[in-house]
């Protein structure tokens, strides 16, 4: 019952407010607007974001049960998203970071399902889910962008489902950090030297892990020269042989 108190303490962030928003010129813009439009279909797109909403770590951006209303799009920042079980432990189940969208578990029932927790001070990008919709009739691009989204969250799904399913514990955490490292280089940063911003029971949850056991593990790469693990830091000096412990055994 702790972890579902400690969830429902979350505070909400403060309603967003409406300024400027310029979606041309956002270092993000790569990775959340499909490419190839031209300058009228980028001033129409621009006109879905409603707001930005600065969330501060520890605050929701949005609690499972609220009314679906919007899609966010993270401008910057990182987020996890959890679900409280039936016995009211916290399950973990992911992790989001700039250019990524949060909110599309509310398509379906009206409600969002999962709560979406800032893990640092970070931004969001609001944008109403009706105007999505209906511009996305008229601009291809947008809904091409829209399904390709939606098709990344179905495979993901089915990834976390074969990670927690069939993979030992070693192969789950080097497919956490093999994710984390391409995602990073995706972004222009790092794919080998970053911070965690997750903790360690985080990260257990998310892969279904005990904590002790996400500590050894961390323990076991470093000492087998895989990484090098300093608090949150983290420095991978051997993908190559991350990627070796996910190979099919012969």
């Known amino acids: 019952m702790h972890a579902l108190r400690a969830v429902n303490a979350i505070q909400p962030a403060p309603a967003p407010r409406k300024f400027e928003v310029t979606c041309s010129s956002c270092n993000m813009r790569e990775m959340c607007l499909p490419a190839g439009l031209c300058p009228e279909d980028m001033l129409r797109i621009e006109g879905l974001v409603y707001a930005r909403r600065r969330v501060k770590r520890g605050e929701a951006l949005f609690i499972a049960g609220d009314t679906f209303g919007s899609l966010y799009a993270i401008r910057s920042g990182f987020f996890k998203t959890s679900v409280i079980d039936s016995e009211g432990r916290e399950q973990v189940t992911g992790f989001c970071m700039g250019g990524e969208l949060l909110g599309l578990d509310g398509l379906g029932a009206g409600r969002y399902n999962g709560t979406a927790v800032a893990l640092e001070d970070s931004e969001a990008c609001v944008l109403p889910f009706a105007l999505v919709e209906e511009l996305s009739r008229d601009v291809r691009p947008l809904q091409r962008q829209l399904h390709s989204v939606l098709a990344r969250e179905i495979v993901r799904d089915h990834g976390v489902m074969m990670l927690l399913g069939s993979m030992r514990a070693e192969e789950r955490l080097a497919t956490f950090l093999l994710n984390l490292s391409k995602r990073f280089m995706r972004r ?63």
């Open 188 to 250: 222009g940063y790092s794919s080998s030297d970053f911070h965690l911003r997750m903790t360690r029971e985080e990260i257990g949850s998310y892969l279904g892990l005990k904590l002790e056991t996400v500590s050894r593990l961390f323990s076991s790469f470093q000492k087998d020269g895989l990484i090098e693990v300093q608090q949150k830091h983290v420095r991978i000096h051997d993908i190559a042989g991350l990627e070796r412990m996910l190979a099919p055994k012969r």
